[in-house]
């Protein structure tokens, strides 16, 4: 049998933690614990290095704790600098407090991992078992595949944007909570994604939620399940969301419009790593780390009432802030591009460009949809193009693109309602009633609204848009 060793180290007074967590290793009974007591009192460089690397020559150790009672930067940012020189495997910190910030600082320092109280074996025992199975030299030839999975769909490369992405890798190696904050469109699934495919988990499903989607009244079923009968329909026991995500991550987006119900069985869920089936007596435990995600202020949505602050605090263990795409326009043209090589492709277009005043358009714009407003408009803009060069005609920007923001509700509604209805159309291929029925609407309204606003049907048909032939290599111009 396999001996681990796990190296303790305490930095606390009291004892308490390390005695907690040595009992929780120590319940499978081939790990094998090495403690110390330590203290954080000033000593030399030198004299800790050597004093730490003997530690780690005489254990072993598969994983390294360091347990602090609040988070020692300067003290603890010397530990990591000796830990680091004596090649240590991975650490994990072990916390009694913490703010957010210290967290991401301590994975920049070089923690594999981050837990806080309270300290159980649910919540411990699989991410050692992560941890020690990822680091295993043998387990790893994935890891490029991960990182095309994780990180090629999040493209930029202004200050803003970088300054998030690359604490994205150092996030996904722990098994913290992480609240991912951002106006809508700015890629805060493309984000969750990326974390999780480059974790541990990345074998494991990744279920993304959009709780403002889910009716009120379905939340906790979808969320955590029912057994047969809990419920006048329920001729059947149907698994949860939580169930579907066990061992893997679930994407909560939009968390403020969980009903307040629902946030607190979730904050149990988070705590205790166990809920309860809707109509069932038994409870079920589930291993799942918890991406969060909302676009609007969450300091605001707490003192609304709309976000319990408890949920919010176990929620925000890691903060992530998307920049939105006014804040990082030296991107656009990177973006665009991206975009158009994309739907070019999947249009069978030729080679298309953008023209000079097309890029100018898309610089100014306001982007209030940010990024996926971005990526729909020259989806839209390929599969309509008459000729190679996208001009600022083509890319259809009310007020040539600058400051455009709707003057009054009524314009907001009548901007919807077009690119609503052109979209519908271009998905369908021109054909109305196709377009009618996934709107939800008979054929008369909805020609109604493609007569009042005076949208040429004929553009959007499959048969009136000039795709290149296989014996033809340039396009027809208008």
């Given at each position: 049998?396999?001996?681990?060793?796990?190296?303790?180290?305490?930095?606390?007074?009291?004892?308490?933690?390390?005695?907690?967590?040595?009992?929780i290793l120590t319940s499978i009974s081939w790990?094998?614990?090495?403690?110390?007591?330590?203290?954080?009192?000033?000593?030399?460089?030198?004299?800790?290095?050597?004093?730490?690397?003997?530690?780690?020559?005489?254990?072993?150790?598969?994983?390294?704790?360091?347990?602090?009672?609040?988070?020692?930067?300067?003290?603890?940012?010397?530990?990591?600098?000796?830990?680091?020189?004596?090649?240590?495997?991975?650490?994990?910190?072990?916390?009694?407090?913490?703010?957010?910030?210290?967290?991401?600082?301590?994975?920049?320092?070089?923690?594999?991992?981050?837990?806080?109280?309270?300290?159980?074996?649910?919540?411990?025992?699989?991410?050692?078992?992560?941890?020690?199975?990822?680091?295993?030299?043998?387990?790893?030839?994935?890891?490029?595949?991960?990182?095309?999975?994780?990180?090629?769909?999040?493209?930029?490369?202004?200050?803003?944007?970088?300054?998030?992405?690359?604490?994205?890798?150092?996030?996904?190696?722990?098994?913290?909570?992480?609240?991912?904050?951002?106006?809508?469109?700015?890629?805060?699934?493309?984000?969750?994604?990326?974390?999780?495919?480059?974790?541990?988990?990345?074998?494991?499903?990744?279920?993304?939620?959009?709780?403002?989607?889910?009716?009120?009244?379905?939340?906790?079923?979808?969320?955590?399940?029912?057994?047969?009968?809990?419920?006048?329909?329920?001729?059947?026991?149907?698994?949860?969301?939580?169930?579907?995500?066990?061992?893997?991550?679930?994407?909560?987006?939009?968390?403020?419009?969980?009903?307040?119900?629902?946030?607190?069985?979730?904050?149990?869920?988070?705590?205790?790593?166990?809920?309860?089936?809707?109509?069932?007596?038994?409870?079920?435990?589930?291993?799942?780390?918890?991406?969060?995600?909302?676009?609007?202020?969450?300091?605001?949505?707490?003192?609304?009432?709309?976000?319990?602050?408890?949920?919010?605090?176990?929620?925000?263990?890691?903060?992530?802030?998307?920049?939105?795409?006014?804040?990082?326009?030296?991107?656009?043209?990177?973006?665009?591009?991206?975009?158009?090589?994309?739907?070019?492709?999947?249009?069978?277009?030729?080679?298309?460009?953008?023209?000079?005043?097309?890029?100018?358009?898309?610089?100014?714009?306001?982007?209030?949809?940010?990024?996926?407003?971005?990526?729909?408009?020259?989806?839209?803009?390929?599969?309509?193009?008459?000729?190679?060069?996208?001009?600022?005609?083509?890319?259809?920007?009310?007020?040539?693109?600058?400051?455009?923001?709707?003057?009054?509700?009524?314009?907001?509604?009548a901007r919807f309602e077009r690119a609503y209805?052109?979209?519908?159309?271009?998905?369908?291929h021109g054909n109305i009633t196709k377009a009618?029925?996934?709107?939800?609407?008979?054929?008369?309204?909805?020609?109604?609204?493609?007569?009042?606003?005076?949208?040429?049907?004929?553009?959007?048909?499959?048969?009136?848009?000039?795709?290149?032939?296989?014996?033809?290599?340039?396009?027809?111009?208008?």
């Open positions: 049998m396999i001996e681990t060793n796990f190296l303790l180290l305490d930095f606390t007074q009291s004892g308490n933690l390390s005695a907690t967590l040595s009992g790990w094998v614990i090495e403690l110390q007591q330590m203290s954080l009192a000033d000593e030399g460089l030198t004299a800790l290095n050597q004093r730490l690397t003997s530690l780690i020559e005489n254990c072993n150790p598969s994983v390294v704790f360091l347990i602090f009672p609040e988070s020692p930067m300067k003290q603890g940012q010397r530990i990591f600098q000796c830990l680091n020189r004596a090649q240590a495997p991975p650490l994990i910190v072990v916390l009694e407090a913490g703010e957010p910030d210290e967290v991401v600082a301590l994975l920049e320092f070089g923690a594999a991992d981050f837990i806080t109280l309270p300290l159980t074996a649910l919540d411990i025992l699989p991410r050692v078992r992560r941890l020690l199975k990822h680091t295993d030299k043998h387990q790893t030839p994935m890891h490029m595949l991960k990182e095309q999975l994780g990180l090629k769909e999040l493209i930029g490369e202004s200050d803003a944007f970088r300054m998030v992405i690359k604490n994205i890798p150092r996030i996904a190696r722990c098994d913290a909570s992480v609240m991912i904050s951002g106006e809508t469109g700015t890629g805060k699934e493309l984000c969750a994604r990326a974390i999780h495919y480059l974790s541990p988990r990345a074998h494991q499903a990744f279920i993304p939620v959009n709780c403002g989607a889910i009716p009120t009244e379905l939340v906790e079923n979808e969320l955590f399940g029912h057994e047969r009968g809990a419920f006048t329909t329920a001729i059947g026991a149907q698994s949860g969301l939580i169930a579907e995500a066990d061992g893997g991550t679930l994407f909560l987006d939009e968390i403020d419009c969980l009903p307040l119900l629902a946030q607190v069985k979730l904050l149990r869920f988070l705590q205790e790593k166990e809920y309860r089936p809707l109509g069932s007596a038994k409870t079920k435990r589930a291993d799942v780390r918890v991406i969060a995600a909302a676009n609007v202020d969450c300091d605001e949505a707490v003192r609304n009432g709309r976000l319990r602050q408890d949920l919010y605090y176990r929620l925000n263990v890691i903060p992530l802030r998307l920049p939105s795409l006014r804040e990082r326009r030296e991107d656009i043209p990177l973006l665009a591009h991206h975009f158009l090589a994309k739907y070019a492709a999947k249009f069978n277009q030729p080679t298309l460009s953008f023209s000079r005043n097309g890029m100018e358009l898309l610089l100014n714009y306001e982007w209030p949809g940010n990024v996926r407003e971005l990526e729909h408009l020259v989806e839209r803009a390929v599969a309509l193009a008459e000729r190679e060069v996208i001009e600022g005609d083509d890319l259809n920007l009310p007020d040539n693109g600058i400051n455009n923001y709707p003057s009054s509700f009524c314009e907001a509604k209805v052109e979209d519908l159309l271009l998905a369908h009618a029925q996934a709107a939800h609407k008979n054929r008369r309204a909805f020609w109604e609204l493609i007569r009042r606003h005076q949208i040429d049907v004929n553009r959007f048909k499959a048969d009136n848009r000039s795709w290149p032939s296989p014996n033809r290599t340039k396009r027809h111009t208008r």
